[in-house]
T-cell receptor, first 116, second 117 residues
Framework: AQSVTQLDSQVPVFEEAPVELRCNYS??????LFWYVQYPNQGLQLLLK??????LVKGINGFEAEFNKSQTSFHLRKPSVHISDTAEYFC??????????????FGKGTLLTVNP | NAGVMQNPRHLVRRRGQEARLRCSPM?????VYWYRQLPEEGLKFMVY????????ESGMPKERFSAEFPKEGPSILRIQQVVRGDSAAYFC???????????????FGQGTRLTVV
C-alpha cells in the first residue's frame, strides 16, 4: 500500500533558527505533493504544493519544499522560524495514476514548536 | 467566496446516539471528500462523493457510518450508535474536479470535533 512517512513526530527549535521537516513517500510513480499546516483546533491550510515543473516550490509564510524524485522525498524548509509557526505540519501525497487519483494520503504529522 | 463550511464545530454525543456532521463545499465545487483524524494520527480518507453519488467509500467503516451529498443542500456524514472510538476530528474537503492541474487542490473545512462520552 502507498504510504507517507514523516520521520519526526516533534521538532523543537528556537526562534529565528532554520528548520527542515522531512517527508518521504513510498512510490516514485507520478505524484502530486502537498504540505498542510494545522494550528490548534483549526482546519488544514495549504502551505504549498508540487504538481509539475520546478522541483523547488515556494509557499506561504516563507516556507519552501523540494521534490526529490530519486529519494521519493518532499522536505519542507524555512530559513528562519517565528513563534507563530508553532503548529502541526502534514505532508500529503496524491498518486496521479490508478483509479484513486483524487485521494490524499497523509503522514502522521510533525509538531513544530518554536521557542523564544 | 466562502470556504468549505462545516458544522457543528464541536459535537458531544453519548454512546448509542447518532451524530450528523454537515459540510457545505466551496461555491462551484461539486466534489466532496471526508477525512477522519484520530488522536495523534494523520488524516485518513473515508469517502468521496459527487452530487447524489458515492464514488468511493473504501475508507468508511462497514457499519454505522454513511454519507450523502444530495442534489440540494450540504453533504452529511452520519454515524449511528456512536461509540467512544468514534471520537475524532472529521474534516470535509471539496474540489472543483479531480485529476491533475488546477483541479487537484482540495480545500479543507475547519472540521467537526466529535466527542463521545
Amino acid at each position: 500500500a502507498q504510504s507517507v512517512t514523516q520521520l519526526d513526530s516533534q521538532v523543537p527549535v528556537f526562534e529565528e533558527a532554520p528548520v527542515e521537516l522531512r517527508c518521504n513517500y513510498s512510490s516514485s510513480v507520478s505524484v502530486y505533493l502537498f504540505w498542510y499546516v494545522q494550528y490548534p483546533n483549526q482546519g488544514l491550510q495549504l502551505l504549498l504544493k508540487y504538481l509539475s515543473g520546478s522541483t523547488l516550490v515556494k509557499g506561504i509564510n516563507g516556507f519552501e519544499a523540494e521534490f526529490n524524485k530519486s529519494q521519493t522525498s518532499f522536505h519542507l524548509r524555512k530559513p528562519s522560524v517565528h513563534i507563530s509557526d508553532t503548529a502541526e505540519y502534514f505532508c500529503a501525497v496524491r498518486w496521479s495514476s490508478g483509479g484513486s487519483n483524487y485521494k490524499l494520503t497523509f503522514g502522521k504529522g510533525t509538531l513544530l514548536t518554536v521557542n523564544p | 467566496n466562502a470556504g468549505v463550511m462545516q458544522n457543528p464545530r464541536h459535537l458531544v454525543r453519548r454512546r448509542g446516539q447518532e451524530a450528523r456532521l454537515r459540510c457545505s463545499p466551496m461555491k462551484g465545487h461539486s466534489h466532496v471528500y471526508w477525512y477522519r483524524q484520530l488522536p495523534e494520527e494523520g488524516l485518513k480518507f473515508m469517502v468521496y462523493l459527487q452530487k447524489e453519488n458515492i464514488i468511493d467509500e473504501s475508507g468508511m467503516p462497514k457499519e454505522r457510518f454513511s454519507a450523502e451529498f444530495p442534489k440540494e443542500g450540504p453533504s452529511i456524514l452520519r454515524i449511528q450508535q456512536v461509540v467512544r472510538g468514534d471520537s475524532a476530528a472529521y474534516f470535509c474537503a471539496s474540489s472543483p474536479g479531480t485529476g491533475g492541474g488546477m483541479n487537484t487542490e482540495a480545500f479543507f473545512g475547519q472540521g467537526t470535533r466529535l466527542t463521545v462520552v
